[in-house]
């Protein structure tokens, strides 16, 4: 799937429970000059994220030929060898993926939209720009454009980390000060929901794989057209998130109803 990361992040003795929310007495941290902070939350997820990333990684390459299967495609598939050779090089992103993901998140909590996009931006034209030159001047075909989006997803995260530990200092002082406990149960619904959504888009995709690759080329274009019609409320859903959060972490219950009135109109 297209990934979609939901963290959250408490701090203080408030537990603040969204996509990308950071406690309000940090949320403007990157409006008060280059002050750095240390703060539990932003550190908890960049391990959680890393550590998630790495175990994902592991896990699609040595099993990529059971996960394809499972899929639906078959060993005597001609889908199988590039499906494999794709997903096991694609498979070395998925730490940049997690990590990014992570880190927008941190940086939608500060209420800063633009660093985000700007990294996504950057990655993705470079995503465009190397998917031809790859695959057709290289002759590497698909196996270029794995290459290519992991060079783009790296990209994207070494462009976050350098724009985020300018605001933010990232290393503990101990262990102890992580508090991964109260993060991980704060996010168990929204992980729970995560798993919904995408066990629904991977079965869809496995009983496409098993009408053979004509389906499945079909499938794959009315998945990204439903996707891409799914993510035109994501710049809302992105605000009314971070004005949420903060709001929680006031108690500012009036802020609370009145922002969550405006985004269902």
């Excluded at 992570?102 to 470079?126: E, H, I, N, S």
């Excluded at 993060?183 to 496995?206: D, E, I, Q």
């Excluded at 098993?210 to 035109?232: E, H, K, V, Y």
């Excluded at 009314?240 to 709001?247: D, F, I, N, W």
Aim: with cysteine; charged share 10%.
């Amino acid at each position: 799937m297209n990934p979609y990361v939901e963290l959250c992040f408490t701090g203080g003795d408030t537990p603040v429970c969204a996509n990308s929310c950071i406690p309000t007495e940090c949320a403007d941290l990157s409006n008060q000059g280059c002050k750095r902070r240390y703060i539990p939350s932003v550190t908890s997820a960049l391990i959680v994220g890393s550590f998630l990333g790495l175990v994902q990684a592991v896990f699609l390459i040595f099993s990529a030929k059971v996960v394809l299967g499972i899929m639906g495609v078959k060993h005597d598939s001609p889908m199988l060898e590039p499906a494999v050779r794709y997903l096991t090089i694609r498979s070395l992103g998925a730490p940049a993926v997690l990590l990014s993901l992570a880190m927008q998140g941190v940086f939608r909590g500060f209420k800063d939209t633009k660093t985000p996009l700007y990294a996504t931006v950057v990655g993705d034209a470079t995503n465009i720009i190397l998917d031809p030159i790859l695959m057709f001047v290289c002759h590497m075909g698909v196996t270029g454009a794995a290459v290519a989006h992991v060079i783009s997803q790296y990209l994207i995260t070494m462009i976050l980390i350098c724009r985020l530990v300018q605001q933010v200092d990232v290393i503990p002082p101990s262990l102890k000060s992580l508090k991964f406990g109260r993060f991980l149960g704060c996010g168990f619904l929204l992980l729970a929901r995560v798993v919904a959504v995408t066990f629904c888009v991977t079965l869809a995709s496995s009983l496409a794989a098993r009408d053979g690759p004509t389906i499945m080329a079909a499938f794959q274009i009315c998945c990204q057209l439903w996707l891409a019609t799914s993510l035109l409320a994501d710049g809302l859903a992105v605000a009314g998130q971070a004005v949420l959060a903060s709001a929680f972490a006031k108690n500012d219950t009036k802020k609370v109803i009145a922002a969550t009135s405006r985004v269902l109109q």
